[in-house]
């Protein structure tokens, strides 16, 4: 029978057992009294003053775990009447909750000798509150009877059962990459779930979505096994993000899972204005500087007027460059051109590149401006012929 324990603390004391006789005509002197005492315990545990029958655990224990009780065993003797040696066995007594492993007898030589005994407990596996007894179960001497105590009550209690025995599904989440023009209001995030072995849809489950690192929103799967998430990309500056969804699983049902994929934002257009050519290479005789001129536009059409943007070149070999980019050198900085940095200036981005020194032949020229893997090459190709 369970019993929760209702006392932090709890010494266990018992008391019981006649020993003794003398002649046959004579009267039988008092009985002696087996005391059983807790002293110790692991968990630890305790009793309190005035109740040594009881012994507390004092933390929980696991399901089907062991627990064990250090106990001390002693004859008090009523009238010195007891005869040695004597021989009394412990087991676990009635009723109670778990199982108590076999303890070692109690052998007493003398009125002095105390037994210690370490008794060990499984408990049962279902979480709760239980009791269960050390208590005397036989004993030799003097032929008398054994007249048994109330034996050592131990209490203790067993943590939540354990999860049920269950095979979760394998699950699989995929991400669709997704691109956004430069101020475009709203980019729509969509991932499949799926179970791994099959391949089929996981409908009815909700996906969890964050851009780098950030927590957006949420969307529930549909019979595809689709959910989707509608961000607002208004203020998202070009660049690549990325995109993570999430599938918390179900116990016993599906296993989570997780994935990833890129979030790209890029300009609207990027046009190449006059004297370089944006439709085929440009002729530049006897010049030692070429303006570069460029038109960047967001998702409306809009001019944009903050970006960052670079010029780099390199020089063709055939039909191929050979050549790494390398930054462009601007003219003196009566223009205002730093390093190569284009500047904004009349609606359009301008750069001066000094070209002296370089030898004739196809050059490459390739603007860079932060955007997201998703962007196309921003290039244009000029041919220099001085002589």
């Known amino acids: 029978m369970r ?61 089907g775990g062991t627990l064990t009780v250090d106990i001390s065993v002693s004859i008090d003797v009523n009238g010195n009447t007891t005869v040695y040696t004597r021989t009394v066995s412990l087991g676990q007594g009635p009723g109670g909750d778990g199982t108590l492993g076999a303890i070692a007898d109690c052998v007493f030589a ?26 005397p179960t036989g004993g030799t001497g003097n032929a008398v009877g054994l007249n048994k105590g109330n034996g050592l009550n131990i209490h203790y209690n067993v943590a939540g059962a354990p999860p049920p025995e269950c095979n979760a599904v394998a699950t699989s989440l995929s991400v669709d990459d997704a691109q956004v023009v430069f101020h475009q209001p709203s980019a729509t995030l969509s991932a499949t779930l799926t179970k791994t072995s099959d391949s089929s849809a996981i409908a009815g489950k909700t996906i969890s979505f964050e851009v780098d690192g950030n927590p957006v929103g949420t969307g529930v799967t549909d019979s595809n096994g ?81 970006a960052d943007a670079h010029v780099f070149f390199a020089k ?39 070209t002296t020194g370089l030898s004739d032949g196809k050059y490459r020229i390739h603007v860079v401006l932060g955007e997201g893997s998703c962007a196309p090459e921003r290039t244009a190709d000029v041919t220099f012929k001085r002589k």
């Open 3 to 63: 019993k929760r324990f209702l006392a932090p603390l709890l010494v266990i004391a018992v008391a019981a057992l006649a020993l003794s006789s003398v002649g046959t005509s004579a009267a039988p002197p008092p009985n002696d009294v087996l005391q059983i005492v807790g002293t110790g315990s692991s968990p630890a545990g305790s009793s309190s003053p005035g109740d040594e029958q009881n012994w507390f655990v004092n933390s929980a224990v696991s399901p």
């Open 110 to 135: 003398n009125s002095a000798t105390v037994c210690t005994r370490t008794v060990t407990v499984t408990a049962p596996v279902a979480a709760g509150g239980y009791v269960i007894k050390v208590d």
């Open 226 to 306: 689709t959910a989707t998430y509608v961000l607002d990309t208004s203020a998202l500056g070009v660049g690549d993000y990325t995109i993570d969804a999430f599938y918390a699983g179900e116990d016993c049902v599906f296993l989570p899972s997780t994935g990833s994929a890129s979030l790209c934002v890029s300009y609207g257009s990027v046009t190449f204005r006059p004297p370089i050519d944006p439709t085929g290479p440009a002729l530049f005789r006897s010049v030692k500087t070429i303006p570069v001129k460029i038109v960047i536009t967001d998702f409306y059409g809009i001019v944009v007027t903050d």
């Open 316 to 354: 063709y070999t055939s039909n191929t460059t050979t050549d790494t980019d390398a930054p462009a050198d601007p003219l003196a900085n009566t223009n205002g051109d730093l390093g190569n940095k284009m500047r904004f200036s009349d609606g359009q981005y301008i750069f001066n590149w000094l």
